[in-house]
């Protein structure tokens, strides 16, 4: 009933860029969609996530260096990641929040690593 395809992630140096796309397949509306990211022996924490709206939310650690676009049309949201620093590496996870029967439920990515290093 739910699939994200997640592409994009990859071994890249500090200061370079990445695009990150995750495609929804699923039966139910889509509220939000986003990315979320796991370093090794941390938490998992919001990168960014945009609604069907168009509101966007960023974590603190890559405000102005991050945005994240969707095109509803395809049920797909992309990760620009800019300006990429080593503690950016981390295993990426793509987020939806859907609309089953009136209340939103969280479905996951199975994530693609994000490496940045020289």
């Known amino acids: 009933q739910v699939q994200l395809v997640e592409s994009g992630g990859g071994l890249v140096q500090p200061g370079g860029s990445l695009r990150l796309s995750c495609a929804a397949s699923?039966?139910?509306?889509?509220?939000?969609m986003g990315w979320y990211r796991q370093a090794p022996g941390k938490q998992r924490e919001l990168v960014a996530s945009?609604?069907?709206?168009?509101?966007?939310n960023f974590g603190a650690a890559v405000k102005g260096r991050f945005t994240i676009s969707r095109d509803n049309a395809k049920n797909t949201v992309y990760l620009q990641m800019n300006s990429l620093k080593p503690e950016d590496t981390a295993v990426y996870y793509c987020?939806?929040?859907?609309?089953?029967?009136?209340?939103?439920?969280?479905?996951w990515g199975q994530g693609t690593q994000v490496t940045v290093s020289s």
């Open positions: 987020n939806t929040e859907l609309d089953v029967a009136g209340g939103l439920r969280d479905y």
């Open positions: 699923t039966i139910f509306s889509i509220y939000a």
């Open positions: 945009i609604t069907i709206g168009g509101s966007r």
